[in-house]
């Protein structure tokens, strides 16, 4: 049985009546990853010991008659930066190299509860900054349908494993894009819910009113089920609201279209966008259109202008805020010093890699004397401004779409020739994380050469069950994302 | 108003050392470029008219209850120390933080 092709849902269906067992889809899974990631690099650890205990226990439930959950014995993988029990938390770093948490997650706890098998955790950008998955420590992350070019980032190996087959469900963290672009690089799809509709507990925070975790997945159906898994209140997280979710499963399955209104963004230079996905909206646009919505051309000036410098005072400045706890004292890389301020010096010089460092220091001359006052304090306004020109927009229409990258995959190595272009990139991916609406990157096909083609589907605040049913319209007519195809060692 | 504010060589020094972060010599200037490249991308916020909005926060649909404010207790210790760096025997081990020696460091700001 090729379990790799079936979704979440078949899996868990399947375990549930007694098709096949959890232990059976977890060893097939399992071999899959060790033929294949040797190349693509997408997983940095794997937990097998504890995901055959696992699994083995969602067996036994099966055979006592239990209800074994949602997701019963599906396998997954997590980002590496949300802490799990015992297992290596390294969000990428040498910082974190040997760290094993003392607690989980409480997205790993609702999934294990869920009866989903964590089977380990995969490759990032060094403490998530980043949108290419090369400054890991290690080694980069390769993407499985062209591996010239780089899955996106940072939960480029989460994206690139549910592309790949590893596993229908991976979790990843968006503070501007983060799950978004690198669904769109590897041709999947993945969403960052609303700010406070996931608990953000035990995820290693970049920036804490920007970073929200969310699923990657093969289909909306899956996305759903996953956030009726993720989506709860959560004592531990003082920011996930407390207000009770409809069922996402429940909405999407009914997903339709006809009637609704969507609009379109224009008011951008539609010559800075790769061809194949201003096509690739058109052609989602056409899709509504026929299926009964009706469409609209918005335009959002003070967000297309103003968001990426705005994004970059918020998450720069609160990043150097967060990472300072990194001290080389309590836990994390060490190094000596003749006295605490020379160890502090070695242990973060050392420990962080150079992109981590830079934008540390760009983040502290942010908040320092003057600059402060000056920037950061207006660049909180400036959000305001963009989350009320987006609540306007959605006083009109139920969705908007737009790009979710102006470019297809990178190629290699692009982030040290033109961060200048990557940074630009952030337009379209960082403006739902200011103003915490939902967004989903969702994949409507790939270009005659193999490329993933993703528009973005963003939402009102809250409105993530509201978008979630507009995706699957969408995707019942443009098709689900394809898997790789993989040769042994690599693609 | 936004004002445009040029970092110069002399504060992104004092900038590294309040970071507590090494910067090598060769890399300073790019560095310096950047911090200089993201501040004249935000000058471009002064043609906005903000003064009079309120600083971003979030609109909440329902508040989270907060748990009692009641000490948890924790048996296993060990969990932590073991993570030390640098661990004596139940002991994080720390450099000393009064130093005899003028570094313009954490140790200098605490004498």
């Not at chain 2, 200037?29 to 490249?37: M, P, T, W």
Request: proline share 5%; net charge negative; charged share 25%.
């Amino acid at each position: 049985m090729d379990f790799y092709k079936l979704s979440a849902k078949q899996i868990a269906d399947g375990i549930r009546g007694k098709k096949w067992t959890a232990e059976e889809v977890l060893s097939a899974q399992l071999e899959r990853i060790k033929k294949f990631d040797k190349k693509i690099n997408s997983v940095v650890t794997l937990c097998e010991e504890k995901a055959h205990k696992d699994a083995h226990a969602v067996d036994e439930k099966i055979a006592r008659g239990e209800d074994a959950g949602l997701l019963a014995g599906v396998p997954y993988l997590t980002k590496d930066n949300f802490c799990t029990t015992g297992i290596k938390t390294t969000c990428g770093s040498k910082m974190l190299f040997e760290w094993k948490p003392p607690y989980d997650a409480t997205a790993v706890k609702l999934m294990h509860e869920a009866g989903a098998v964590l089977m380990g955790k995969t490759n990032m950008d060094e403490f998530a900054m980043g949108s290419t998955t090369e400054s890991s420590v290690f080694a980069p992350t390769l993407n499985p349908h062209d591996i010239t070019r780089v899955p996106g980032g940072s939960s480029g190996g989460s994206a690139a494993a549910v592309a790949a087959g590893y596993c229908p469900i991976a979790l990843g963290s968006d503070t501007g894009g983060s799950i978004r672009q690198p669904a769109a690089f590897c041709g999947v799809h993945g969403m960052k819910p609303s700010y406070g509709q996931v608990s953000r507990y035990g995820i290693v925070a970049y920036v804490s009113s920007l970073d929200q975790v969310g699923p990657i997945t093969r289909n909306i159906e899956d996305m759903s089920i996953a956030m009726d898994v993720l989506a709860k209140a959560d004592r531990n997280d003082s920011t996930c609201d407390a207000y009770e979710r409809p069922s996402f499963s429940g909405c999407a399955g009914n997903g339709e279209i006809k009637g609704k209104k969507i609009a379109v963004l224009t008011g951008f230079d539609k010559n800075s966008i790769d061809k194949p996905l201003v096509d690739a909206i058109d052609r989602t646009v056409k899709i509504c259109l026929d299926a009964g919505a009706e469409v609209v051309e918005a335009q959002l000036p003070i967000t297309m202008k103003h968001a990426v410098a705005c994004y970059y005072m918020v998450a720069l400045g609160d990043a150097s805020s967060k990472l300072a706890c990194y001290d080389g004292m309590r836990y994390g890389y060490h190094e000596d010093g003749k006295n605490l301020s020379e160890m502090y010096k070695k242990s973060r010089n050392s420990g962080f890699g150079k992109e981590v460092r830079r934008r540390i220091l760009i983040g502290t001359c942010i908040l320092t004397r003057g600059y402060y006052d000056n920037y950061y304090v207006p660049a909180t306004r400036v959000r305001q401004m963009i989350a009320d020109e987006y609540a306007e927009l959605f006083k009109h229409s139920d969705a908007l779409i737009c790009p979710i990258s102006p470019a297809l995959a990178y190629k290699k190595g692009l982030v040290e020739e033109d961060p200048v272009r990557i940074y630009l990139g952030d337009a379209f991916s960082t403006t739902p994380n200011l103003a915490g609406l939902p967004g989903i990157s969702l994949n409507v096909g790939f270009t005659p050469d193999g490329l993933p083609t993703n528009v973005q589907l963003v939402g009102p605040r809250f409105g993530d069950a509201q978008i979630l049913s507009i995706a699957s319209a969408i995707e019942k007519r443009a098709g689900s994302p394809r898997i790789a195809e993989l040769t042994e060692g690599g693609c | 108003m936004i004002k445009k504010m040029i970092m110069d060589k002399e504060r992104l020094r004092e900038v590294i050392g309040l970071s507590r972060i090494g910067l090598p010599e060769e890399e300073f200037d790019e560095v310096l470029g950047r911090v200089n490249a993201v501040l004249r991308m935000c000058d471009e916020m002064q043609e906005l008219e903000h003064e009079n909005v309120r600083p971003f926060e979030w609109d909440v649909k329902k508040a989270p209850s907060r748990r009692a404010d009641e000490p948890v207790k924790w048996d296993n210790r060990d969990v932590f120390l073991d993570q030390a760096p640098v661990r004596e025997g139940d002991f994080f081990r720390v450099p000393r933080i009064i130093s005899l020696e003028e570094d313009n460091g954490v140790s200098g700001e605490a004498k």
